[in-house]
């Protein structure tokens, strides 16, 4: 495959979320073709573009397998899965050329990328009724515990773990001059999960008479990650109340409102609070973490885990703070970690018909999250004319009030209704981390069109931005109030934040 160099991406999603992209055959093209890439989401951010052709998942080659296959492919291989992709002029130049794409010969690049950097891996297994699906090798004539046999489908195998990597750590503890027989002690008396840390052959040398631990380890293989969410206060604060517990030393999120600030953020009853703005709160006390809640002003950023993902941080004896460093790290490829990708929300029906629609367009300023801006951005082949679809529920395109089949008008002040796909996601990418959108109802659009006027800013008349919970706008002084009510026992506080007021396709969404 000379002169055709296919891009690695790895892509890391967590349990209910997507990829951020489809993936469709169409009528007239081949291959696998990726397609609506959502903005600011895992796929685009790794590097995917729209167009390309996945020519590997997980190393197996699927350029000729049939579309429902290579899905299955890419749904089986749990919570992490590995692109080979060649971009679409490269794909249709080596077709036309009957190039061989199966032949693994040239470099690929990771991520656009050569690939560097490695990392030992977390791998977190759940026995299975037929064990784990590995074997563990030790040689005399070579230090070190290795893992062998490991059966494809396997638990080990969807875990992440590969013939020759170099077992390291058992749930938290060096194993490194541990005997293969002390070692298959610790596995037995683990139970029904176990958390490794691996190295693979490449990695450890990279990585030679170096101290390795679970600090410097990738997650990404771990089934079940950290949610970071992004909460901006409404009219009732945030909706939720922080509860401590003393023996544990945690800080736990309790009674999340319906519908509220906390809920459309992804949080959940119980869960617990392990960051506020990157701040590891474990070690603080009730109010402190209050106090940093409170220091956030409108807006606070949390790192929250549910039992199981903590349970399963636990059992490694690893912070999850791990999660959020590799978000950090992963703003950029080659390794980028998924953050948040929730679905799509399903909105209901606004209850208000009778009132005659405003014939007005609206202005959605936003700010980027570490989950993008939360929607996607879709067009029609050979029509100009973009649209919003897919926003996800508490992301910043939610809250900055951008709706499902919204009609593009402006993008930072320049009209793009006569724009193509490719240059409009130019504009949005350009903006930095900020973008400020004129957009308008479908129906509002329509109806504008036919009567011949203009959409731009002066039909906003007086209105100027549709804002973050415009409930957050007014002079009014918002304060997170602490309040106490009964509880069992009666003496333990609880708190709350409070604020005054197409064409021929198969399409899987991945």
Known sequence: MAGYKPSVICLTKRQGHTFGFYLRVEHGEEGHLIRSLEMGGPAELAGMKDGGRILRVNGTFVDELPHSDVVDMVRNSGPTVTFHILDEASYVQAKAQEVNLSDPQSTPVANGVSKQ????????????????????????????????????GSVA??????????????????????????????????????????????????????????????????????????????????????????????????????????????????????????????????????????????????????????????????????????????????????????????RPSTPVQAKEEELKPKLCRMEKTPSGYGFHLNGIVGLSGQFIKDVVS???????????????????????????????????????????????????????????VSITRLLLGETSYAQVHTADTPEEEEKHEEKARPESPPEQERERAISSSSQDSLDERL
């Open 117 to 152: 950097n490695q990392k030992p891996k977390l791998c977190y297994l759940v026995k299975s009724s037929s064990g784990y699906g590995f074997s563990l090798r030790s040689e005399k004539s070579e230090p070190g515990l290795f893992m062998t046999e490991v059966m494809q």
């Open 157 to 346: 195998d969807r875990a992440g773990v590969n013939v020759k990597d170099r077992l390291l750590e058992v749930n938290g503890e060096s194993v490194e001059g541990a005997t293969h027989e002390q070692v298959v002690e610790k596995i037995k008396l683990s139970g029904g999960s176990i958390m490794f840390l691996l190295v693979d052959e490449e990695t450890d040398r990279q990585y030679q008479n170096k101290k390795i631990g679970a600090w410097l380890a990738t997650a990404k293989h771990l089934p079940h990650q950290p949610r970071i969410a992004d909460i901006t206060k409404g009219p009732d604060g945030y909706g939720f109340l922080l509860k401590e517990d003393i023996n544990q030393k945690c800080h736990f999120l309790r009674d999340i409102d319906r519908d509220s600030p906390a809920e459309r953020a992804g949080v959940k009853e119980m869960d617990r609070l392990v960051a506020v703005d990157g701040k590891e709160v474990e070690e603080c006390n009730h109010g402190q973490v209050v106090d940093m809640i409170r220091q956030s002003g409108n807006k606070c950023c949390f790192l929250v885990v549910d039992k199981d993902t903590d349970q399963m941080y636990k059992q490694g004896k690893v912070s999850p703070m791990l999660f959020l460093e590799e978000t950090r790290d992963s703003s950029s490829p080659p390794s980028y970690t998924e953050a948040l990708n929730l679905p799509a929300a399903v």
């Open 394 to 452: 508490g992301g910043a395109a939610d809250r900055a009030g951008l709706q499902e089949d919204d009609m593009v008008v402006e993008v930072n002040g320049e009209n793009v209704e006569q724009s193509s796909h490719n240059e409009v996601v130019a504009l949005i990418r350009s903006s930095g981390s900020s973008l400020e959108m004129l957009l308008a109802n479908k129906s509002v659009y329509d109806q504008l069109k036919a009567k011949g």
